[in-house]
């Protein structure tokens, strides 16, 4: 199954009580299914220090600010390497929890309308090491087969 993830665009947002900040909407597309977040920069961060403990050299856009960080150019550069981070994310193989935990995506719901989702892995709390989806749904039918019985 095919995933594709974008940032089509952005929003700043004034608060009275808040400094302004930008919002990337991300737009993700899973068969039939899409899902649209808004996500800061500061959670981009953190994803990239999860993912990037186990998946080195993906490219991330620099904290550093040199100009305005409200400066739609700025914006728009920042939005454009944020997506290709996105990108290679979702090119890794398989695609790391991390990312649709951040994202807000239940996996064993789109493994229940995807049959085909072969590259989503599970972590249980009683492994450290990925489980194929697959084969932890073969397991836990088989677990309610037996209990059946």
């Known amino acids: 199954m095919k995933v594709d993830i974008s940032i089509p665009s952005w929003y700043t947002k004034t608060s009275d009580t808040e400094k302004s900040f930008t919002q990337y909407e991300v737009q993700i597309e899973i068969g039939e299914d899409r899902y ?8 981009f961060r953190d994803l990239h220090k999860k ?17 305005n960080n409200q400066h739609p150019r700025f914006i728009e550069s920042r939005r454009v390497l944020l997506e290709e981070f996105l990108q290679e994310v979702v090119a890794l193989q398989p695609i790391p929890q991390t990312l649709w935990s951040y994202l807000d995506i239940d996996t064993a719901e789109l493994k229940r309308k995807h049959s085909k989702l072969p590259d989503m892995c599970v972590v249980t709390d009683h492994c450290s090491h990925p489980v194929p989806a697959p084969v932890l749904m073969g397991v836990c039918n088989g677990i309610r087969l037996l209990e059946n019985c």
């Open 51 to 67: 993912i990037s403990a186990k998946h080195k050299n993906l490219p991330f856009p620099t904290r550093r600010i040199v100009t």
């Open 36 to 43: 649209t977040r808004k996500i800061r920069y500061s959670a």
